[in-house]
């Protein structure tokens, strides 16, 4: 496969040098695998940034390389399959536990991550500091309609 003008930046070869893929298990369910990226000190209120249903967290790395040098801690991550909203609350509260993250987080959440972490918030308002939304939703009855398969779709 050819590899794509993204792929070969250079600011994409320096964050994926400089900054691992880590991988953690998020419950019982040893498929559930939750992928992200860690950088910036770890003595600060995070920066978690959510992908959609079809990014990787390596989409934030202008986010992660342009944002910790300046002393945030930028947490980009692709979550695990969940197939109900509080299963993913249940497995984001988890994610944070892995990673011991105490406190209060802030958010950047596109599009399916942004509506995630909108249910989030509605859960456990005191764990979040700020939110951002891009090309987010808040209701997902209109998905229904073309993804009625989808029980996470369901508000």
């Known amino acids: 496969l050819r590899e794509s003008a993204l792929a070969r930046s250079e600011a994409f070869r320096s964050f994926t040098a400089n900054v691992p893929l880590r991988k953690v298990f998020v419950g019982n369910d040893s498929d559930c695998v939750w ?7 770890r003595d600060v209120e995070p920066l978690i940034c959510l992908v ?3 990014g990787q967290g ?3 790395f202008k986010q992660v390389l342009g944002l910790a040098p300046k002393g945030f801690r930028v947490i980009a991550v692709h979550y695990g399959a969940y197939f109900s909203h509080e299963k993913w609350v249940r497995g984001f509260e988890e ?3 892995i990673l011991d993250v105490e406190g209060k987080v802030h958010v950047f959440g596109t599009s399916l991550g942004g509506f995630l972490i909108q249910i989030f918030l509605h859960y456990h308002p005191e764990r ?4 951002i939304l891009c090309n ?3 209701d997902t009855k209109p998905f229904m309609k073309s993804a ?5 779709y369901v508000s």
């Open 35 to 41: 992928k992200y990226y860690d950088h910036g000190p």
């Open 52 to 54: 959609g249903a079809s």
């Open 58 to 60: 390596d989409i934030f």
């Open 95 to 97: 994610f944070l536990s």
């Open 128 to 131: 979040i500091g700020s939110v």
């Open 136 to 138: 987010s939703f808040c």
């Open 148 to 152: 009625p398969w989808s029980p996470l």
